[in-house]
């Protein structure tokens, strides 16, 4: 069995599924994307987080990508450029339960 390495965190609408296949469109095209440099790449919804807002998605996102990279992993696809997002960062405003 090949060894699995994350490669990104990301967030997606799951109210906005593609009408052809079924998947969420954000999730979808992102994974597209990503086995275009790692074709055996793919993809597992880790949380489904129901009704939020975009913020309060982020600051989940933000927190998962701090702990892996807190972690060591290098998340090679995450391109964000915000402080919340980097290794060993704080959080500001809003707090991600």
Do not use: F
């Not at 052809?20 to 086995?35: D, E, F, I, P």
């Not at 996102?61 to 915000?82: I, Q």
Request: hydrophobic share 30%; aromatic share 2%; net charge positive.
């Amino acid at each position: 069995m090949p060894t699995l390495r994350l490669l990104k965190i990301g967030k997606a609408d799951a109210d906005d599924i593609m009408p052809t296949n079924g998947r969420v469109r954000r999730a979808h095209n992102s994974l597209r994307k990503v086995q275009k440099i790692y074709p055996n790449a793919i993809m597992e919804i880790i949380e489904e987080l129901g009704q939020t807002t975009t913020g309060k998605a982020e600051a989940v996102e933000a927190k998962r990508v701090r702990t892996a990279r807190n972690n060591g992993v290098d998340l090679p696809l995450n391109k964000e450029k915000r402080r919340s997002y980097k290794a060993n960062s704080k959080p500001r405003g809003k707090k991600c339960t």
